[in-house]
């Protein structure tokens, strides 16, 4: 009886072993690929869903020319410049030529200065890529780690006050804690500049010296000048913290939320059975698994700083494609919107296949 018992495990397991792991692998890989694959073809949907969205309400308020010049021009000229830019053609018609235009990488040209939607992207996009940059990392750099205290002191005076802060955080309009930030730190204490990237001198050394990139940091680094450098990360810091703060209060409570609820799991709990002190616990059992969900939540959280950027450029006079929307809406140039909307919205789309493809190979469990 003995033999026989002790056998059947022992004749299972090189049965049973060398397929388990192949086939493991391979329902791995499948899974894998075929997540992927379904969320690449999503990308399409989402960005024909929105580009149709922005066409219909541009629309909605007439034809771009009549909207943009219309009073400056004489009835006869305004006619001429709407035949001439096809805007009397059936709205049909027009909707297929724009989404061919975008198929091809053309956004069409604004009416207020004549210049290409794409050439207005290329001038101003590396402002608002860097911008968003530096708003990610306060946001890490704050919320991250305040969610983890808050975590640890769970239910006790910091954790409350922390999260009635990540509750004003989110809700404090951009706009206006980027003026509170500049009348505390430009306008009483006179320790950070008060608009703008870099100053005229800064811009002038990284004009003759730099590469070019639009990259005010890279350009003032390619210069070799520690003042020039050091100017422009001034520059950054009030714009950055207002946008950064945004998004550091989600950060915080999405931390909180999963680190407490890594803590009750039962393989900490078994291990805090074993005398792990509760330092150690959060440290290496309930830290890793809560970083997945703050992965997953990011491309959502560049579609907030992109629109908080509009807010934030206007009021840091920031000059990138924010502070170009807005003076593109002023001037009721809809072709100007309507292209920089859509370039918005497929990089929002493309950022959330990537935060999709890092949060799969991150944690397996996403991909099924």
């Known amino acids: 009886m003995t033999s026989i018992t002790t056998g059947a495990p022992t004749d299972a397991a090189p049965v049973e072993s060398p397929d388990a792991p192949g086939k493991s692998r391979r329902r791995t890989g499948g899974g894998l690929g075929r997540y992927l694959l379904v969320r690449f073809l999503l990308i399409f949907p989402t960005i024909f869903i929105l580009v149709t969205t922005v066409f219909v309400l541009m629309r909605a308020t007439g034809d771009p020319i009549t909207a943009a010049l219309g009073g400056r021009l004489t009835p006869q000229q305004l006619q001429e410049r709407i035949h001439e830019a096809g805007y009397d053609r059936p709205l049909l018609t027009q909707y297929l030529d724009y989404l061919g235009g975008i198929v091809r990488g053309d956004f069409g040209s604004t009416i207020s200065d004549h210049r290409p939607v794409t050439e207005v992207i290329l ?54 804690a980027g003026m509170l930030l500049k009348l505390t730190f430009s306008v009483w204490l006179n320790a950070l500049p008060v608009s703008g990237r870099a100053s005229t001198g800064a811009e002038i050394q990284m004009q003759l010296h730099s590469a070019g990139t639009g990259l005010y940091l890279v350009d003032a680094l390619s210069t070799g000048d520690g003042e020039v450098v050091l100017d422009v990360l001034r520059h950054a810091v009030l714009p950055a913290v207002t946008l950064g703060l945004l998004t550091a209060g989600v950060f915080l409570r999405l931390v909180r939320t999963n680190v407490i609820g890594t803590l009750s799991s039962g393989y900490v709990e078994a291990a805090r059975s074993r005398g792990v002190a509760e330092r150690r616990l959060l440290k290496k059992h309930a830290w890793r698994p809560a970083l997945v969900p703050i992965i997953t939540v990011i491309g959502l959280q560049i579609a907030l700083l992109l629109g908080g950027a509009v807010l934030t450029e206007t009021t840091f006079e920031w000059k990138g494609l924010g502070f170009q929307l807005v003076q593109y809406l002023l001037a009721r140039d809809f072709v100007a919107v309507q292209g920089l909307v859509a370039l918005l919205a497929v990089v929002v789309a493309l950022t959330n296949f990537v935060v999709d493809v890092i949060a799969a190979l991150v944690d397996p469990r996403i991909r099924y």
Do not use: M, N, Q
Not at 134 to 146: D, K, S
């Open 123 to 176: 001038t101003y996009g590396a402002a608002t890529l860097e911008l968003t940059f530096y708003a990610l990392i306060v946001a890490f750099a704050v919320g991250v780690p305040l969610g983890r205290i808050a975590a640890a002191r769970r239910d006790k005076a910091p954790d409350a006050g922390l999260r009635v802060g990540a509750i004003l955080a989110y809700a404090t309009p951009v706009f206006f």
